[in-house]
Each structure stands twice: as structure tokens, then as C-alpha cells.
């Protein structure tokens, strides 16, 4: 019985994640806790939705909310942009498919 027990736990279908997918997970942790208690010190702060509302009706803080996620979003393509050719990885271009013509094509005679 111990060998079948050992057995079930060297499955070759079983797929540990990988660090980097570990790591993905405890940053999404975390952002969440961040989240969740950056939410409650709002709260004890007494931070109100008519508050929030009357920051958000002035013309600064619609930029800075359509800027900052813009800019962070730039600035992460142009990081990828530099570790992909860090790396030199810059993957080949696919080789174009070729055209079949089909069997109704015209310039074939029919007869």
C-alpha cells in the first residue's frame, strides 16, 4: 500500500506553477489587502461619496485620472519594448500563407 500511495503523489499530468505564475498570485494578494485597506482609512477618515463626487467634478483630477493610467500604461509597453530587444528576442516574422487557387478560377477552359 505505500508504494500506491507514493505513487499518487508522482503524478506526471500534475503541473506545479511555475515562480514566475506564484508570483503573480502573491502580487494580486497584496494589491487586494492594499486595496481593502486603503478603502477602510478612507472610511475612518470619513472620506464621503459627496465628497468623492465634488473632487471629481474638477477639471484636474479628470485629467490626472485620464493621464496617470495612460502614462502607466506607455510606460510599461515601452518597458516590454527594451526587455524583448534586451533580450534579443525578437520573434521571426511568419512566412505568409500561400494562395490556392481554386478550381473554378477563371482562365481555366471548361472543356
Known amino acids: 500500500m505505500v508504494g500506491v500511495e507514493a505513487r499518487k503523489d508522482v503524478d506526471p499530468m500534475h503541473k506545479s506553477a511555475s515562480p514566475r505564475r506564484k508570483r503573480a498570485w502573491l502580487l494580486g494578494l497584496a494589491g487586494s489587502i492594499l486595496l481593502g485597506?486603503?478603502?477602510?482609512?478612507?472610511?475612518l477618515v470619513g472620506v464621503t461619496p459627496a465628497m468623492a463626487a465634488?473632487?471629481?467634478?474638477?477639471?484636474?483630477?479628470?485629467?490626472?485620472?485620464?493621464?496617470?493610467?495612460?502614462?502607466?500604461?506607455?510606460?510599461?509597453l515601452l518597458y516590454e519594448v527594451a526587455r524583448i530587444?534586451?533580450?534579443?528576442a525578437v520573434p521571426a516574422p511568419a512566412p505568409h500563407p500561400r494562395r490556392r487557387r481554386p478550381h473554378w478560377a477563371s482562365g481555366r477552359s471548361a472543356g
Do not use: E
Open 37 to 43: 485597506l486603503a478603502a477602510t482609512g478612507a472610511f
Open 54 to 76: 465634488a473632487l471629481a467634478s474638477q477639471p484636474d483630477t479628470q485629467v490626472a485620472v485620464f493621464m496617470v493610467p495612460l502614462a502607466l500604461l506607455i510606460l510599461v
Open 85 to 88: 530587444a534586451w533580450r534579443d
